[in-house]
């Protein structure tokens, strides 16, 4: 079945540490996203990719780092940095920004605990 | 101003009632417009584009207007599937997907 994956779906750290969160697209899609969403918030822009190897920065970067080594894969490391990094983090892929009407597809998201 | 608006709600309705959704977004260059549906604690999923001429999918009608900057999303003989939040989305060309806070919908029998 084609989709997009998160792993893993609950996961809890200590402050101060860094966390890396998976996103895995098996749907052959250029285009890559990452968004934190919290309780009774509309989804906020971490980072995009639309090709491999590059990638911008989106409305709330600060503390956070990705990498598009791989069409399929867009790891975001939620780092020391981030100041309130408990949330509910969702991966997103589509054909690309360039298309007007490009549905983006959601992976399961990963809610992130810092104790 | 928030480029995207939407009344957070909730809508608390009745089965078989029929609810309407409004969104309002500040920036006109936006071109494409979008209605999603997120479960509680689930992901977003698209309902609906929103065309300029207005298009229906079975119970669901959207409709856009650009001088208004506005977007409506009509349920119609809503069930107790219908409960959800609602999100409205618009995109202007070459960029991501801006998304509304979204509207919390809640069907009763």
């Known amino acids: 079945d084609g989709g997009i994956t998160q792993s893993p779906k609950y996961l809890f750290r200590k402050e101060g540490q860094n966390v890396t969160l998976s996103c895995e697209q098996n749907?052959?899609?250029?285009?890559m996203y990452w968004y934190r969403q919290d309780p009774g918030q509309g989804l906020r822009l971490i980072y995009y990719?639309?090709?491999?190897?590059?990638?911008q920065k989106g409305d709330i970067a600060e503390g956070y780092s990705v990498s598009r080594e791989k069409k399929e894969s867009f790891p975001l490391t939620v780092t020391s940095a981030q100041k309130n990094p408990t949330a509910f983090y969702l991966c997103?892929?589509?054909?690309?920004?360039?298309?007007?009407?490009?549905?983006?597809?959601f992976g399961p998201g990963t809610r992130l605990t810092v104790l | 101003r928030k480029e995207v608006e939407q009344d957070p709600g909730p809508f608390n309705v009745p089965e078989g009632a029929t609810v309407a959704f409004n969104c309002t977004y500040s920036n006109s260059a936006s071109q494409s417009f979008f209605w999603y549906r997120q479960d509680c604690r689930k992901e977003p999923k698209l309902l609906m584009s929103v065309y300029s001429s207005g298009n229906e999918d079975g119970r669901f009608t959207a409709q856009l207007n650009r001088a208004s900057q506005y977007i409506s999303l009509l349920i119609r003989d809503s069930k107790l599937s219908d409960s959800a939040t609602y999100l409205c989305?618009?995109?202007?060309?070459?960029?991501?997907?801006?998304f509304g806070k979204g509207t919390t919908l809640s069907v009763s029998s």
């Open positions: 997103a892929s589509s054909i690309g920004d360039r298309v007007l009407y490009n549905e983006q597809f």
């Open positions: 749907l052959n899609h250029d285009a």
């Open positions: 990719s639309q090709i491999v190897n590059d990638f």
């Open positions: 989305v618009v995109k202007q060309a070459g960029t991501a997907l801006i």
